[in-house]
């Protein structure tokens, strides 16, 4: 009997990286195809194009030569073709789908629970690094109430919804569960983007509490999961160095990281965002805390805020520069170091002596070595030295998996500046 598991062959040579671990397979790295085509018909071989295999398909990647490299899902509309989910061969996989994911659902849970205490907020899974591409499901914990947020954001994950749900449930028992599946991403996979609760209905704004700090969370209508986890153990830390300090943080969102400051004493917090919306939310933020005598928010453009202090000759003693990825595509990194350069150089001039800054990065394009020459040559250009205290990145919630560079995206120096 002939084997009914679509097999994808890769190009020469392409198979070193999948090797190592790195989990997609593009479509200008297939070779060809091989796949049962039916009764009569038999195995037929093609390119990608011609391919008659339906997208979802459990496919093998395999090396030129044959070799097996992992089990993962077809999708042919997309410029990603295959997503690995398993080094398993695909009748191991296939033979208890249910088993399977709530064997990996559970690990990714156990794994947590190493670093958190069941009242915290965590996420739950973290894509391809926690061996479920596609998909981010935070957890987040509001009076007792256990929520989930998830994403489904590639077919790969999608085919499996039903079976990664179940396993969820089994393993969390949410009080309820919230789909954004809202993102573009989702356009290039094909799938139409959707939101919603998933069975029961919960409370769509929620307060979670991070290192002691009070925070609002949209889960409807918030950005991505409505809030940003990974930098929670970023920001007590830095926390550390605020105790009667003034303190600028930009970029600020929620308000997170200026709020965790004046809960350590900081004795003056300015929280600075462009979004209307956002700076609503540290509003609520700041009373939700009872902090109005010592954290003010500001709705206006960084670049623009920093510029107009460095002219009044406004100074502070700890900055934070968390800024949104400043790209999003490798083509564009010259243009986002130029950007990440100006509001660090800037910012160092606004520092008292000896002040602390808090740099960051959130683009996995913009890796470690571009991020701290970019530092370097800020200071260069503001004429100041800059002593790197600490090397950061993301909270253990979000684990990096080896051979997958995108995983590991989260850059956080925190630098004193002479």
């Known amino acids: 009997m002939k084997s009914t598991v679509t097999k994808i062959l890769l190009k020469p040579k392409e198979d070193r990286e999948i090797g190592q671990g790195f989990p997609w397979v593009f479509d200008n790295e297939i070779s060809s195809i091989k796949y049962f085509a039916g009764e009569g018909a038999g195995v037929k071989t093609t390119g990608l194009a011609d391919c008659e295999a339906r997208d979802g398909t ?179 830390r830095v926390a550390q160095f605020c105790r009667g300090k003034k303190v600028l943080d930009t970029f600020t969102h929620t308000g997170a990281f200026g709020l965790n400051a004046a809960l350590n004493g900081a004795r003056q917090v300015v929280s600075v965002d462009i979004s209307e919306d956002a700076v609503n939310l540290v509003n609520t933020n700041i009373r939700l805390n009872n902090m109005e005598d010592r954290v003010s928010a500001v709705c206006a453009d960084v670049f623009d805020v920093l510029k107009k202090y460095e002219a009044e000759g406004e100074k502070f003693d700890v900055i934070v520069l968390d800024p949104p990825a400043f790209t999003k595509k490798a083509k564009a990194i010259e243009k986002a170091y130029g950007g990440y350069k100006e509001i660090n150089l800037r910012a160092m001039r606004l520092l008292n002596e000896g002040g602390i800054l808090v740099t960051c990065s959130c683009s996995h394009y913009f890796d470690e070595n571009t991020f701290y020459d970019m530092i370097m040559h800020a200071a260069k250009d503001s004429h100041k030295r800059v002593q790197v205290l600490e090397k950061r990145g993301a909270a253990p919630d979000h684990p990096v998996l080896l051979g997958y560079p995108k995983s590991e995206y989260l850059k956080c120096a925190i630098c004193r500046v002479l």
């Open 58 to 236: 459990i496919v093998e990647v395999c090396t030129n030569a044959g070799g097996f490299l992992g089990t993962g899902v077809l999708n042919k509309k997309s410029k990603i073709a295959v997503r690995i989910f398993s080094r398993e061969h695909a009748d191991v996989v296939m033979a208890d789908p249910a088993s399977y994911w709530d064997k990996v659902i559970r690990n990714a849970v156990n794994i947590r629970k190493l670093n958190f205490a069941e009242g915290d907020s965590y996420r739950l899974i973290f894509g391809e690094a926690d061996f479920v591409p596609g998909l981010i499901a935070e957890r987040y914990c509001s009076e007792g109430k256990v929520y989930i947020v998830i994403q489904f954001l590639a077919l790969a994950c999608e085919v499996f919804r039903n079976e990664i749900l179940s396993a969820i449930k089994g393993c969390c028992n949410p009080y309820a569960i919230y789909e954004r599946s809202d993102a573009g991403v989702r356009e290039k996979e094909g799938l139409p983007e959707k939101a919603g609760w998933i069975g029961k209905a919960g409370a769509e704004v929620i307060t979670i509490e991070e290192n002691g700090v009070k925070i609002q969370v949209d889960i409807a209508r918030g950005q991505k999961t409505g809030y940003f986890l990974d930098q929670k153990f970023n920001r007590a």
